[in-house]
């Protein structure tokens, strides 16, 4: 692995973390095609440039985080979440990261899902700030959906809440801040897994190099989504995961 792979890695990261097209597929399949073997240092900087992106999730959204309603709704989607990861963690890291046919169907099912979605033209008017618990909670559920690669869960989130009638740029802020305590927890584990891993200081540039490049392509990302979203439609992410999904699928 060279700096250039790690460079690639955090824009592949930062670009698919917060997008509804499943970061997990992507960053699979572009460490196959760059020829990585998954070896425990690469597993290892994964996690920490999902770490990099999740701090722009913080710089974008800081204030937001006083917003004592706001902690309460994501705490009520959090949890259900962190309960099928921790319980599920062998099986998802082993099975399901190896299951290829797994993750294609995931992606093109998704994809279908959301073209479908779009098609029925769902009235959104509800705002984050309309959201009851009940509804938090079963939007975490929803969530827990995503820990099936290629599921995405940006993408299961806004196409959950869409249907619930909440605006799509407003699913996509709730699905970027429900990011914050879901990656954090899935990453510690992740760590507290890998605490024996040893870097040389040239693994330590790579890691440092990947997760700058996360936390500012993903800053953008997450900019340019919500903007998105104020105007176009989802068509086109499902078009992209169906023909992503195929590709992997025949590949």
Same mark, same amino acid.
């Given at each position: ?6 460079? &690639?890695?955090?824009?592949? %990261?930062?670009?698919? %973390?917060?997008? #509804? ?15 990585? #073997?998954?070896? %425990? ?14 701090? $722009? ?12 309603? =706001? ?10 979440? %962190? ?65 099936? #690669? ?30 914050? #305590?879901?990656?954090?927890?899935? $990453?510690?584990?992740?760590? &507290? ?13 790579? &890691? ?9 392509? $993903? ?14 439609? =989802?068509? &086109? ?11 992997? =699928?025949?590949?």
């Amino acid at each position: 692995m060279t700096l250039l792979h790690a460079a &690639v890695l955090g824009i592949i %990261e930062g670009l698919t %973390e917060f997008l #509804p097209i499943s970061s997990t597929a992507h960053m699979i399949m572009v460490s196959r095609l760059l020829g990585l #073997p998954q070896t %425990e240092f690469l597993k290892f900087f994964e996690v920490v440039i999902q770490v990099g992106a999740i701090f $722009a999730v913080v710089f974008l959204y800081f204030k937001k985080f006083f917003n004592i309603e =706001l902690i309460k709704q994501l705490s009520c989607s959090f949890i259900h979440t %962190e309960i099928v990861g921790f319980l599920l963690y062998r099986i998802i890291k082993t099975v399901f990261f190896e299951a290829n046919v797994l993750i294609s169907f995931s992606l093109i099912t998704i994809g279908v899902v959301f073209i479908i979605v779009e098609r029925l033209k769902l009235k959104e008017h509800k705002s984050i700030a309309q959201m009851s618990l009940q509804t938090a909670v079963f939007i975490g559920l929803a969530q827990s959906l995503a820990v099936v #690669p290629g599921v995405s869960r940006a993408g299961i989130i806004i196409l959950v809440m869409m249907m619930l009638g909440f605006k799509r740029d407003e699913s996509a802020q709730y699905s970027f801040m429900l990011a914050l #305590p879901t990656l954090a927890a899935a $990453a510690l584990l992740d760590v &507290v897994k890998m605490r024996n891993v040893k870097l040389s200081l040239n693994e330590i540039e790579m &890691v440092v190099v990947g997760a700058v490049v996360a936390f500012v392509v $993903a800053y953008l990302s997450m900019k340019w989504f919500v903007d998105y979203l104020q105007k176009k439609k =989802l068509t &086109v992410f499902g078009i992209y995961r169906i023909v992503v999904g195929i590709i992997a =699928l025949v590949a």
